[in-house]
């Protein structure tokens, strides 16, 4: 199929996992390919408005500035070039270890008491963490006039702590500051939540990880491909050990939560063709023949594979080899997903809503078609 020029990007959230959104985002940068819209969740958003707040140019060296910032013991290699084997498990736990302990330069640093809060005679905390140095970072490297004035639209999501409702800041419709973005990143008990017009905002990650809703519940007046990038595999291995059942639990968790956005999507999709059937109105072509009243929309579904590098603490493992090999991977992984996009026949005019899933290098329908 043609990839059409309305290209949406939603990145799901994960911590340190994001640098995998990076690199798939510079494949995408390669092949001259920009997006009309940008959603995110946590380091999802984070990665968005990298992207959003920043010309062409600018992009991919704007989201390696992030990602050198906090890189532990030593400098990832350049993406597409990474060495063979698999790295130190030991190096990647002592990673973690360390972002518990000391945080990371520029993204979060150890609040008081924080975990000593746990003790007697310790003042209550809410979180482990303080993000106030994230705002720095986001001033520094994203121009906010360009993300609220420019050609992309950007949406990072959140969750109401007191509702549970999710929120969207939206470029369409507000101003969106750094602190919207921090918001969006608040995992509740590592990280404060953040307090925006009264309302008490945390992580989306407790209830839409990955935010296809944000970005296509509307849609669209074109044919649209959506790329979404996902940060925790739904398939893995049996476990062999407790870090193995911790890594399962974290992916199931969270993957489960994409799986079941594009089963939503695809039953609202369906239903408002059938609506349009029935009605017999639908709109013409030029060239004679029926197509539905809005665009059409292809999702690709693309997953981080971890392929067995990763340790219980990943989403704290901020190491060179971790963040050059995830980076890498989603470089690989994009190029792959374009590839694939292109070897799909054309959508057909009777459905609005097709979805597919690039995961540990297999490509086929996703959500409930892939059951």
């Known amino acids: 199929m043609h990839i059409p020029d309305n290209l949406v990007l939603v990145f799901g959230g994960g911590n340190a996992l994001g640098a995998y959104q990076a690199g798939a985002y510079e494949a995408l940068h390669e092949r001259g ?49 990474m060495p063979p084997g698999r790295g130190s498990f030991l190096t990647k736990r002592m990673a973690a270890a360390q972002s518990m302990a000391t945080g990371r330069p520029g993204l979060f640093s150890p609040r008081m008491p924080g975990l000593w809060s746990a003790l007697p005679g310790m003042p209550e905390d809410v979180s482990l963490f303080d993000t106030r140095p994230l705002l720095a970072t986001l001033r520094e490297l994203i121009d906010f006039d360009l993300l609220n004035e ?13 509702t549970g409702a ?23 008990v590592a990280y404060p939540p953040v307090e925006i017009d009264g309302r008490m905002l945390v992580d989306p990650g407790l209830s839409a990880n990955l935010p296809l809703a944000a970005a296509l519940s509307e ?19 049996r476990p062999a050990s407790l870090g193995d059942a911790a890594i399962r639990a974290q992916d199931i968790v969270f993957a489960s939560q994409g799986r ?21 109105q639908p709109t013409r072509r030029r060239g004679g023949g029926q197509e539905p009243a809005s665009g059409r929309v292809t999702v690709l579904h693309v997953v981080y594979s971890d392929d067995g590098h990763e340790v219980a603490g990943k989403m704290l493992d901020y190491s060179a080899d971790s963040v050059g090999r995830r980076w890498a991977s989603g470089f690989r992984d994009m ?34 078609a892939a059951a």
């Not at 940008?38 to 600018?58: H, T």
């Not at 420019?150 to 007191?162: C, I, K, P, S």
């Not at 849609?219 to 291995?237: K, N, W």
């Open 150 to 162: 420019g050609t992309l639209r950007f949406t990072a999501t959140a969750v109401d702590v007191e």
């Open 260 to 280: 079941r956005a594009i089963d939503a999507l695809a039953t609202e999709y369906r239903l408002r063709d059938a609506l349009r059937a029935s009605a017999r």
């Open 166 to 188: 999710d929120v969207f800041f939206d470029s369409a419709t507000m101003r969106i500051e750094a602190e919207h973005i921090r918001a969006s990143a608040a995992f509740p």
């Open 335 to 368: 190029r792959a997903a374009l590839a694939a996009l292109e070897q799909l026949p054309e959508p057909g005019a009777s459905a609005s809503f097709s979805a597919y899933r690039l995961e540990k290098g297999r490509f086929g329908p996703a959500g409930q």
């Open 33 to 81: 390919l920009s997006p009309t819209r940008l959603a995110g969740a946590s380091i999802g958003a984070v990665n968005a408005a990298l992207i959003a707040g920043n010309p062409p140019d600018r992009r991919v060296p704007r989201l390696r500035a992030f990602w050198r910032l906090a890189e532990q013991f030593g400098k990832a290699t350049p993406s597409g070039s």
């Open 219 to 237: 849609p669209p007046d074109t044919d649209s491909v959506c790329l979404a990038l996902d940060l925790f595999a739904i398939e893995g291995r």
